[in-house]
């Protein structure tokens, strides 16, 4: 069969898939009363706002095998976890066959003494302290993790295994860690494996990059001192690549963080540019709306701030900017703040040329999650989802993309 056969094929499946979907087909996307179906798509507020240049890459990845597309969601707790982002991983990957790119960028949250996602487990030997961007008290340098855990001890290490019940398989040829670089002189950093072929410090952005001869689907560090000055090892977060052709989802989230806990990522700017995003999706704004001082003006500030450093290392980047889940405030009132922050993500959507996923109204608007409650699809503290709520707002993201993508390929079939 021709790539471009192949290419008709498979585009005429998923625009009638998604007009399945559009019919609530139950075998398809998970029904329920309380999901708002028929505003499940991305709002586009000009003229000019599409994703051509994410879906022109996704359709030649797709159609003929080629290329390499990241993706990043950015946010706080409903991110760290890791389940909805992960929901869309797998569905991005399993969209056609060979579209797994690998895992990409990941931080062992275990190191900072806080919840790791359950996919990838991590051990450690040594005293690591954790620093979070949001929190106030912790004063620390941060990448594009938004954390950062740290060791003075003169030996320290730490594996990462993925687990494999109901996993993709990730495997890699490149292992990139950020770290600080001026203990580059004053600690060693040994990946325990017979397979590498070469070590290599990028001081610019600040990583340590190991090439193995063969592939790999698990990492072991050992991090000692070579000197006994005073000084301590940083360390960023990881990505971990292979050479092959697909699709690279990464999550970035920080429990609690906020758009100002960002800001206070100096390095994230040069971190980013080791892994350049097609596609960002913005879901920061919980924790912000969240305080009853809440400036609108700032928000957005804050975001165009983060825009900009995100243009500057790619400067056709697509954007999704996702509106705040409805949630409680000290678990007894409706926020409606969140609707605020809504008209915020609408202002910058448009300016932008971006698009909207409206989660809120998707949800069912205002009060809505004590009803998800009710279904076990969110937490009795009105704010987080459960695992099953997570699954179901990454198929429902997917959904609203790929309704939007299929109508991307009718346009320029």
Known sequence: MSNNLIRITFLIFLIHSQLVKAQSNPHILPQYDVVQYDSNYVH?????????????????LISEGRGKINIMQIGGSHIQADVWSDQLRKNFQQLSPNLNGGRGFLFPYKL???NNPYYYDVSYTGEWQGFRNSVSKHQAVWGVSGITASTTDSVASFKINFRGDNTPYYDFKRIKIFHNIDSASSYCIQLI??????????????????????????LEFLIYKTDSSKTQFDLYGLSIENNDPGIVYNAIGVNGSSTSSYLRCTLFEQH???IPPDLVIFCIGINDAYDPSFCKLCYENNYDTLVTW?????????????TNND???????????????KEVMINLATKNDAGLWDMFNVMGGLGSIKTWQKYNLAKSDKIH???????LMGDLMFSALMKDFAT??????
């Open 385 to 391: 989802l459960t695992t099953e709520g997570y699954k």
């Open 310 to 322: 995100i243009k500057r290392v790619n400067p056709k980047v697509n954007f999704l900017f996702v």
């Open 44 to 60: 586009f507020y000009n003229d000019s706002a599409n994703f051509n240049t994410f879906y022109s890459k996704l359709d030649t």
């Open 193 to 218: 494996s017979d397979s590498v072929v070469s070590i290599c410090t990028n001081y610019e952005i600040g990583y340590t990059v190991f090439e193995l001869a063969n592939y790999s689907d698990k």
């Open 112 to 114: 900072a003494k806080t």
């Open 272 to 274: 980013l540019q080791s």
């Open 327 to 341: 949630s409680y405030y000290k678990k007894k009132y409706p926020n409606k703040r969140a609707e605020i922050a």
């Open 408 to 413: 991307y390929y009718k346009i320029n079939q």
